[in-house]
């Protein structure tokens, strides 16, 4: 099992930034691609990025240009760095972890929630 655990999340103004952390737990090695995912209040659940294991990237067209996921293998650790923040952004932010052990098996943390003020 793996357990994730989100942070960084709060109140920024529009054009403000913040970073969320995502702190990894449990059977690290079965870690495969991490990435984030975005709820909003009424939605869906979206996709906004993700990184493999060796840094390569993707990103929702929403968010390029203005997010930036990394990753820190040594400390378990996914980060999303978001820049120009927009009323839009806002929602709860999740982090996902795919197995790269068990094909469809992936893992979600309990989210932290994003707010952009006007």
């Known amino acids: 099992q793996v357990q994730l655990v989100e942070s960084g999340g709060g109140l920024v103004q529009a054009g403000g930034s913040l970073r969320l952390s995502c702190a990894a737990s449990?059977?690290?090695?079965?870690?495969?691609?991490m990435g984030w995912y975005r709820q909003a209040p009424g939605k869906q659940r979206d996709f906004v990025a993700t990184?493999?294991?060796?840094?390569?990237?993707d990103y929702a067209d929403s968010v390029k240009g203005r997010f930036t996921i990394s990753r820190d293998n040594a400390k378990n650790t996914v980060y999303l760095q978001m820049n120009s923040l927009e009323p839009e952004d806002t929602a709860v932010y999740y982090c996902?972890?795919?197995?790269?052990?068990?094909?469809?098996?992936?893992?979600w943390g309990k989210g932290t929630v994003v707010t952009v003020s006007l």
């Open positions: 449990g059977s690290i090695g079965s870690i495969g691609a």
């Open positions: 990184i493999t294991r060796s840094g390569i990237t």
């Open positions: 996902n972890a795919l197995s790269r052990l068990q094909y469809g098996v992936d893992y």
